[in-house]
């Protein structure tokens, strides 16, 4: 029975990375997120798309915990990391989120020099003994974030001098630095030119081999160059969840065949 292609094809599929069950989320009075069940895999990129307040973002902070820093904001049901509950009380949501590092939509640099915007995490997590080792920290998550080449003469430089896109790549350098094991990025390159969208790009799929990529994209072109799962989201529901291609070209649902094809959102 192992001789069957399907059953190699089977064996080689990802393991689950974060798994989600009945997650709800609730800003005061507004149910943003509706029991939504869903698992996202080691090494893969999926894909978050759907109209606008459909609540992408919503649901991409609730796998770091980011919105316990919104007062209102009210999260229900499991979110496991490799299968520990990330909301368990013994869980500190700063090291939790060392692990599932944030990308946003808008780089946002800190107002330091390109070296400390990346030896920061490391520093306050005791990563490094010494400054060589610092350096070597700094040194590798740049070449992760693709931007070594283009800084490696002017480290001590403003983060906030370098371009858009730079400062992008900067800031996936600065996630990278603290050995995460799942990235995610809300619309990481919408404030970006094409040029520097096709660059992070190109570095998300490179970043595949290492991490588990999640994304929220309105471009339904860059979701299909870079995911290979895709979640649509409508309303709070996750409508439909699978291979990117899938979604694409065969949607199941109704809703998501009507957003793919331009006629919602
Ligand atoms: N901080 C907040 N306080 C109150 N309501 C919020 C807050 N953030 C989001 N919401 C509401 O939750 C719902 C989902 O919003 P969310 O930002 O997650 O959508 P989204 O899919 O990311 O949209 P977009 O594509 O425009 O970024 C919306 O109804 C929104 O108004
Ligand atoms: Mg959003």
């Known amino acids: 029975m192992y001789d069957n292609p399907l059953m190699k094809r089977d064996a080689v ?18 149910h943003a997120i509706k029991d939504v069940d869903v698992d996202i895999e080691d090494k893969t990129v999926t894909a978050f798309i759907g109209p606008s307040g459909c609540g992408k973002s919503t649901f991409l902070r609730c796998l770091n915990r980011m919105n316990d820093t919104i007062d209102i ?13 990330i909301y368990d009380p013994k869980v500190d949501p700063v090291q939790l989120r060392a692990k599932v590092g944030m990308v946003f939509q808008k780089p946002n640099p800190f107002p330091k020099s ?12 005791g990563m490094a003994r010494t400054r060589a080792e610092l350096d070597e920290i700094v040194e590798r998550a740049l070449r992760r974030g693709a931007l070594w080449d283009e800084v490696k003469d002017r480290l001590d430089a403003p983060g906030t001098g370098l371009s858009g896109g730079q400062q992008q790549r900067l800031c996936i350098a600065r996630a990278v630095a603290t050995e995460p094991e799942v990235l995610l990025m809300d619309e990481p390159c919408s404030a970006l030119d094409p040029i520097a969208t096709a660059q992070v790009e190109e570095l998300i799929d490179e970043l595949r081999e290492q991490y588990s990529v999640v994304i929220v994209t309105h471009s339904m072109q860059q979701a299909a160059r870079v995911s290979q ?3 649509f989201f409508h309303l709070g529901n996750l409508v439909e969840f699978g ?13 998501t065949e009507s957003y793919i094809t331009g006629r919602i959102g």
């Open 73 to 85: 904001c009210r999260v229900e049901g499991t979110i496991t990391l490799d299968g520990e509950d």
């Open 13 to 30: 599929t990802k393991e689950v990375k974060i798994s989600a069950r009945g997650c709800q989320v609730f800003y005061g009075d507004t």
């Open 243 to 255: 291979e990117t291609g899938q979604i694409f070209t065969n949607p199941h649902d109704p809703r």
């Open 114 to 125: 390109i070296y400390d915007n990346v030896a920061y995490g490391p520093k306050i997590h």
């Open 229 to 231: 799962k895709t979640a």
